[in-house]
């Protein structure tokens, strides 16, 4: 425990919902340097990562094959460090020397970064490394024309990845637009190749050496509403639900509903994502939506736990949960009756448990 440095580097990647924070933080861990870091998931549901788990620790953190620590908050994020921390001490986790933490794609990146100065115990422990923000070239303009949250994310940002550029035909405009909320970020393209975890997560030339100055140098455009038409926090028209299925699902009924439902509700389903168990498939297929944009399904390597039901999450802004929920039952019923089956006896042989959480 000796050669540890007396500060362990905290880096963070932000990014608004679904604009490939995941997809990024994998491929960076891949690089064998970011072995001896630990991992903060900060988000709904599972990790994402568990196909490369190689041990559980305990409930909410894992073992990499990488050799990096990675786990799930579920309550505050001070306690999910300071319980990082005390396995370190005891030599349950491996002797992390970097510390990196996905935020949720929907967290103000401010108080994040606050954690760690206004803790008594993590301030004598971490310090504030850069701050990596995801744009997501297919929807981030509008995420910056909508959302607070998109804005702060890029502010707050030493480097921004700007993600999905394969999908678009130019990205000029919003790297314009990104150079306006933060002149001084470096902004690469995913496809970069000179994209490296010694490019992103390299302290030097971070321009922000601890928090106080990440609080100084905070920008954000006044003339942004923290508050909806009805004066709650902007925040509060955010909804995040589940539905999960004990059933197999037919593939081709989910994926018209799905398409049905962006159609008509893109604009408000802000994130879609969901591991489904597809009648006649043994391994289990990944679904990911983001506003309008379904990306193609993924057939993963395995179930991650014992589970095979399907679940999908929801994340809307301003949608009635319970719509989508009815939408769903009502659309297996009709495929169902379809089917020749009754609809009343469907329902009942098949039960489908819908959760909403918040
Ligand atoms: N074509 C393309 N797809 C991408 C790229 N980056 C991410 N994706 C896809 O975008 C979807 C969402 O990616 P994630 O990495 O889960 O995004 P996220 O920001 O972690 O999502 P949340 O945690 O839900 O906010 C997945 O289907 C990815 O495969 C990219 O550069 N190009």
Redo the contacts with the bound molecule.
Sequence with gaps: MTDLPPFTSVNLLT?F???????LLKRLLADPSLADAAVLIN?FGET?LDHHLVERIDENMVLLQSGCVCCTVRGELADAIRDLLSKRDRGIVPPFRRLVIES??LADPFPVLSTLKADPVLRHHFKAGSVIT?VDAVNGMRSLDTYLESNRQAAVADRIVV?????VPDTERLIERLRRINPDCAIID?RDPALSVDALLADDGCSRGNQSQSASGFYCEESLDVTDAEGNPHSARFRSFSISVDRPVDWTAFGIWLTMLINRHGEQVL?V?GILNIAGEERPVAI?G?QHLV?PPVHMEAWPSEDRRSHVVFIVDGLDPGLIKRSFEAFTLVKRAADGGPRREARDEEPMMVGIGG
């Design positions: 990014g919902l679904g604009s490939g924070k995941t997809t988000e994402g949720t794609g995801t993600t999905k550029t394969d999908l995913v994130r994502k990911h983001v990306h």
